[in-house]
């Protein structure tokens, strides 16, 4: 067989777009071109399968190679194409059975021995392929990420040989267990810990139970950012929507956040607008460098103080 399909997933935001891996391998000088708006990671990409592919046993085509990422309109950015990248050249090649990867998605960045990488975004991907009714194969470091989505079937792997000798049927993987993190309860800043401020304490609480905006106002050192700052600790719990909503956010920004706790954020007042929701062409970006309102999904914010900050909060709010 001189083509192969594989699949796999984009991120967007907080949507993990299909995209279908097309490989084709015909006569003609030894090349091998990556088509379909691929980034800077993805085109370095042919380096890293190569030595992969030669260092996993396998043998790396002397023909010409085509590779095309569709949609062709979508960029594709990242190292995560690695891998099916690899599988795809394999079964193309006639390396790998045809059809073995029916109803299988693939994620990970392949090392220059095969080794398989963690990738960020892990949680968007697993939910958009959990909605697809596929299976996952990823790289076992994101594979307890992946586990957290309920009813899902999840096969981790170390290395580009074990996912080969799985489609090979060789070697099955055995499904990664399905254990959903703890959620933690506890809040670096409770309001418990707040003596006295009956009165702004019985606020914070009517707003916690109603789901209320609240405006602290006073002379600097009364404790309006020490209560605004416990406020997530009474708010009612996430739900599970929530608690995958708040994890993805966390997950493609590629930072660490309890599982299960609110989101609690502090912009100054003089933050630009810019500042508050992010700048850049993608949302990922977004999220990576100026994430506060991403943040806020589910959680709750604090502006330190109000004055000159109005005119961006409503430009925003519309």
């Not at 995209?19 to 003609?28: F, K, L, M």
Request: proline share 7%.
């Amino acid at each position: 067989m001189s083509f192969a399909k594989i699949y796999t997933r984009g991120l967007l935001g907080l949507h993990a777009p299909l995209i279908e891996v097309e490989v084709h391998v015909s006569s003609g000088m030894p090349s091998l071109t990556i088509v379909g708006l691929p980034e800077a990671a993805v085109r370095e990409s042919k380096d890293r399968v190569r030595s992969a592919i030669l260092n996993s046993g396998f043998q790396f085509p002397t023909k010409r190679l085509t590779i095309n990422l569709a949609p062709a309109d979508l960029p594709k950015d990242g190292s995560r194409l690695d891998l099916p990248i690899a599988l795809g050249i394999l079964v193309a090649s006639g390396q790998l059975p045809e059809n073995c990867t029916d109803n299988l998605e693939f994620i990970g960045e392949l090392a220059l021995d095969g080794q398989l990488r963690p990738v960020t975004g892990i949680l968007s991907i697993a939910i958009a392929c959990q909605q697809a009714q596929h299976q996952l194969i990823l790289p076992s470091p994101n594979a307890q990420e992946a586990s957290q989505l309920p009813d899902f079937q999840v096969f981790a792997a170390n290395h580009l040989q074990e996912v080969c000798a799985h489609l090979a049927q060789a070697e099955t993987l055995t499904p990664f267990k399905t254990s959903p993190l703890d959620q933690h309860s506890f809040y670096k800043f409770d309001l418990a810990d707040v003596k006295g401020q009956l009165r702004p304490r019985r606020a914070l609480e009517i707003a916690a139970a109603g789901g209320h905006s609240l405006l602290f106002r006073g002379p600097p050192g009364t404790g309006k950012t020490l209560l605004a700052s416990r406020l997530a600790s009474i708010l009612p719990p996430l739900n599970t929507q929530e608690n995958l909503e708040v994890a993805s956010i966390y997950s493609i920004a590629n930072a660490n956040h309890p599982f299960g706790q609110r989101p609690f954020r502090a912009p100054h007042h003089t933050a630009s607008a810019i500042a508050l929701v992010g700048g850049g062409c993608h949302l990922q970006t977004t999220m990576r460098h100026s994430k506060q309102l991403c943040d806020l999904e589910n959680g709750n914010d604090s502006i330190l103080r109000e004055k000159q900050f109005c005119t961006v909060v409503l430009s925003f709010s519309i």
